[in-house]
């Protein structure tokens, strides 16, 4: 076993933290406003219980699945996450991660490199687009998804651009020039080995957005991407079936809360949704997303897949998540740590913590298979779920 080896995802959030600058480390735990959705995304999964049996379980427990047209080998896949300089490889480390344990890579808008590598690195990639800019832009993003060989959209319309965090907010430069490199100095020095990590590469953290740009272009810088995100128009119902309608493939709408909005999203003629806070970045006050996946699996489940994300720390929550109505789960914070603390290693031994806790989940309550799983397997507390709009 290799020396960065870690035990579970808050060994590897430990190690993250110890090994990056700190205005990076707190880019990656983001949350917003007081962190109340932040803390009960993970707070509300450890109210769900389980009740293990001693005899008659399973020997070897099916982990694989579907999801969005991709056969996958456990429950879990990479959600898109648009973070910069976690580490030199970044998203190529985690989508080669994936690949090596069978599982499919969401690709942010936002990423620090180009789709073009990522799916060469794993053909099972999603694309994630925002609504940002006009139309004709956002057609010539999909066109180039397409082209690069992406299998399935991810749109991504969950955010309400909070502002402020209680504990604090990073600074991130717009570009890392040496005078930028210059005013991190001091919390850089306290971190050689992440700053070693890139010394080797020969590169300093990339702060372009490359998929935001023609195939082939530096790409607009983070926060330029992020300013035309945040001044075009929340689009319309009317404007996501438009988006969906020019896209030849599944489709999955991320950060569905509420019930109407689940079906509106079908009407709109999407393939699955993810009900999501986006890891409760987005309007601080949100309940937890797990409570609100049992009222959304109800209503929608048998007309599109039914995807869920935020707060998913360990296999245990994974199958809490698939026995209250998820086809499967997509982490964020939990590979950023692991990427963070070890690179791709450090990917690969998430989505292990992961089938392994799965794998224990399921033997206790004597599943077979991850289809099997239903709301019968974990006991819920009375008042625990939420159904907004219903
Ligand atoms: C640092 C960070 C950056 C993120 N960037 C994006 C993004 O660019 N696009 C997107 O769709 N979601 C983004 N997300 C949301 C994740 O895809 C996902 O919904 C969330 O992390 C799930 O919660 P978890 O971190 O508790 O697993 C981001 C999340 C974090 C923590």
């Not at 992406?150 to 600074?171: E, M, N, Q, V």
Request: aromatic share 8%.
């Amino acid at each position: 076993m290799s020396s960065g080896w870690f035990e579970t995802v808050a060994e590897a959030q430990r190690r993250a933290e110890k090994r990056l600058p700190r205005s990076v480390y707190k880019a990656l735990l983001a949350g917003s406003e007081r962190g109340l959705t932040y803390r009960d995304n993970i707070e509300a999964f450890g109210e769900l219980g389980f009740a293990p049996h001693v005899a008659g379980m399973p020997a070897d427990p099916q982990l694989g699945t579907t999801v969005l047209g991709q056969e996958i080998a456990l429950p879990v896949i990479i959600s898109p996450t648009g973070v910069q300089a976690v580490h030199p490889e970044g998203e190529v480390a985690v989508a080669r991660a994936a690949a090596a344990r069978g599982t499919a890579v969401g690709l942010s808008s936002f990423a620090s490199q180009p789709i073009e590598e990522v799916v060469a690195a794993n053909d099972k990639t999603f694309f994630q687009i925002y609504w940002s800019g006009d139309r004709a832009t956002m057609e010539r993003r999909l066109q180039r998804a397409q082209e690069a060989g992406a299998k399935a959209i991810i749109a991504t319309l969950d955010w309400t651009f909070a502002h402020g965090r209680d504990w604090g907010s990073p600074t991130i430069p717009e570009a890392l020039t040496p005078k930028a490199m210059l005013s991190f100095a001091p919390e850089v020095a306290l971190k050689p080995r992440w700053l070693l990590d890139f010394a080797r590469s020969g590169a300093l953290p990339d702060l372009t957005t490359p998929n935001m740009a023609e195939r082939g272009e530096k790409g607009p810088t983070f926060f330029g991407a992020y300013g035309e995100w945040m001044t075009t128009p929340p689009p319309t119902w009317e404007d996501i079936a438009w988006l969906r309608s020019q896209w030849d493939g599944p489709f999955l709408l991320k950060g569905v809360c509420r019930i109407d909005d689940a079906r509106r999203a079908v009407d709109a003629g999407v393939s699955a949704i993810s009900v999501s806070t986006h890891g409760g970045n987005n309007l601080d006050g949100t309940p937890g997303a797990i409570r609100m996946l049992p009222g959304i699996a109800d209503a929608v489940g048998d007309q599109v897949e039914v995807l869920f994300d935020s707060g998913v720390r360990r296999g245990g929550d994974v199958v809490k998540a698939l026995a209250l109505g998820a086809r499967a789960v997509m982490i964020g914070r939990a590979y950023l740590w692991g990427l963070a603390a070890n690179g791709q290693a450090g990917v690969e031994n998430v989505l292990d913590i992961m089938s392994g806790g799965i794998r224990s989940a399921m033997l206790g309550l004597g599943r077979t298979s991850v289809q099997e799983l239903t709301r019968e397997d974990v006991l819920i507390p009375e008042g625990f779920t939420r159904e907004l709009g219903a």
